[in-house]
């Protein structure tokens, strides 16, 4: 398959620029991948539509303030994003970068605060290398300056309400520069009535990055290659796991995120493997899950890797058909928009 055979047409209307009042008010389309059936649901018949003995996978990443804007010792005005820490003790970051001229390596950077960067290296996709110094706590300062990086199809800049809202209720270890957003639709309310369905949650831990919002260039598949996000599992999530996957349980990945870091980490018996590691995976169709049985996802970017995750999982024609059903049915669509339930 190429690039154009994951296109469809989406009016802008629909694209959600604002989260709705209440994070459970969503909507959700439930689509069955063998037959391609769909039905329309709110998100709070979520616990109905699992099965009791379910597990639920979430991603606990927490998405950090990555924006900064600061000056060059020219003057010149800079925009940098933090898209991936690379040394802890030197503090260096993966960045991307705005200025209306190019930043050379040596060019220090001044941000508010008392916050310093150097530029490093410049890096052949782009971005740079900055080391980070300051005289107080480097992550107290991006928690006051820093803004939250909204998606560039959300047109306008990020308020206070973004800071709460582009972050899910469970979010724990900080690190993404964009929210696992199908957990964007839970409360406690809605895992509380999971619970008393007999559904049950385990977390892990994928820090999502570039790969996640970069758009695909190439029209050969073959010739995009995924931007790696750091992923944790710890030995008591793959325990959870395996048991339910030895007792026959549905697995049921809550985002793309989730499931890329589940499908990494599993061993050719479909055991889940417990510890750190980065996933470069690019699922399209054609891929063979072995670790995930359902999975919750939002509606995704035209040509996106999402789309082709989504459409591995539950089969091209289905999902896109699913996707013309929602755009008849005007779903809100992306980051702050309805939601799928695939089984």
Sequence with gaps: ??????????????????????????????????????????????????????????????????????????????????????????????????????????????????????????????????????DGSFWELLDEHGRMPLPPYIRREADQADAQRYQTVFAREPGAVAAPTAGLHFDAAAFAALQERGVEVCGLTLHVGLGTFLPVRHENLDEHRMH?????????????????????????????????????????????????????????????????????TNFHLPKSTLLMLVSAFAGRDNVLAAYREAVAQKYRFFSYGDCMLIV
């Design 228 to 296: 790696g996000e750091h992923y944790e599992i710890s030995s008591e999530t793959a325990e959870q796991i395996n048991l339910a996957r030895r007792e026959g349980r549905r697995i049921i990945a809550l985002g793309t995120t989730s499931t890329r870091a589940l499908e990494d980490a599993v061993d050719e018996q479909g055991n889940i493997r417990p510890g750190k590691g980065v996933s470069e995976l690019f699922i399209r169709p054609g891929y063979q899950f072995r670790a995930i049985d359902g999975l919750l």
């Design 1 to 134: 398959m190429s690039l154009s055979d994951f296109d469809y047409q989406l009016p802008e209307e629909l694209i959600a620029q604002e989260p709705l009042t209440e994070r459970t008010a969503s909507r959700l389309l439930m689509l069955d991948r063998n037959s391609g059936r769909t039905t329309h649901h709110r998100f709070t018949d979520l616990a109905g539509l699992l099965q009791p003995g379910d597990l639920m996978v979430r991603n606990e990443t927490r998405v950090i303030p990555a924006r900064l804007f600061g000056r060059k010792t020219s003057g010149g005005q800079i925009e940098v994003l933090l898209v991936r820490q690379v040394d802890l003790e030197e503090n260096a970051w993966r960045c991307m970068t705005r200025s209306s001229k190019p930043i050379r390596e040596g060019t220090q950077l001044d941000f508010p605060g008392g916050l310093v960067g150097q530029v490093l290296a410049e890096e052949a996709d782009g971005c740079r290398l900055i080391r980070f110094t300051c």
